[in-house]
């Protein structure tokens, strides 16, 4: 497993903090997942129809690592900052893109991206730290530029999550996706993966 | 040997195995190393689902025809 230091926002004192970002969910991670996301998110849930849940507050992290963990293809990421888990992160290396200019490369999906609880405006206000999303992206967008598929990524979003992928990321939006959920397909190109090594 | 140690191993090809790996590397847009690495990570993937009792289907997406893929 391997630590990179990476930057949040700390949202109540608009400082970059730094954080550490583990290309590796270890148990440790899951543990932490199970003490500190599940109990915040069963709390904001309660009382709350089903439309007004975050979409991903049914995941459960133990039960996809078991799946990931045998499968070489499958990779994952944790982000830790101030002793707190942040971020989680699921991606495979064996899907390919679907853009016409790249269709047939090999890309790297991202299968599940999630913040903690509290850095989400709309569980927590003001969010603890900003930037989990971006620097997930960034953490795929490298491994895919590590594997040689020069930093092509691809994803189906949840749709409160669509304006992220498509205006922060700037990722080319593919259309709804029937036989993924319905949900959105977005994809970037290799050239679009360096705006966004750029831009961080 | 350290875990994170890479091991080398030497692969020989028929001229036809090797020339569909270079067509597959040209096309995928990765080394003939990549590709051998993505094949193996493919067919991991795809036993572990097959072990746990899935099917590995081809759909026409014109025809809806589905067609399985049978792994040995």
Redesign the interface.
């Known amino acids: 497993m391997r630590e990179f230091r990476v930057y949040l926002k700390e949202t109540a004192t608009g400082r970059l903090v730094e954080a550490s970002l583990f290309d590796d969910i270890s148990d440790r991670h899951l543990g932490l997942w199970g003490d500190t996301w599940e109990g915040a998110m069963e709390a904001h849930c309660r009382g709350r129809k089903a439309g007004e849940q975050p979409e991903d507050h049914h995941w459960d992290w133990k039960v996809k690592a078991e799946a990931w963990r045998?499968?070489?293809?499958?990779h994952s990421f944790a982000l830790v900052c101030d002793g707190g888990l942040q971020g989680l992160m699921w991606v495979?290396?064996?899907r390919s893109a679907r853009i016409p200019a790249?269709f047939?490369?090999?890309l790297v999906y991202v299968e599940f991206l999630a913040s903690a609880p509290w850095n989400r405006p709309e569980i927590q206000t003001p969010p603890r730290y900003r930037g989990v999303g971006t620097v997930m992206v960034g953490a795929a967008v490298e491994l895919s530029r590590e594997?040689?598929?020069?930093g092509r990524i691809g994803l189906h979003s949840l749709p409160r999550a669509e304006p992220f992928y498509r205006e922060a990321c700037q990722m080319t939006e593919l259309g709804y996706d029937a036989a993924d959920e319905g949900l959105m397909y977005y994809e970037t190109t290799d050239k679009q993966a360096d705006w966004f090594r750029r831009k961080r | 040997m350290e875990e994170n140690e890479k091991k080398t191993m030497t692969l020989n090809l028929t001229p036809r195995e090797m020339a569909v790996l270079e067509e597959l590397a040209a096309k995928k847009d990765l080394s003939k190393t990549g590709v051998m690495k993505l094949a193996l990570r493919l067919l991991q993937a795809v036993d572990a689902r097959t072990q746990m009792g899935h099917k590995f289907l081809f759909e026409n997406e014109k025809t809806k025809e589905k067609s399985e893929m049978i792994l040995v």
């Open positions: 045998p499968v070489l293809g499958y495979c290396d064996f790249q047939g490369k090999p594997l040689g598929y020069r």
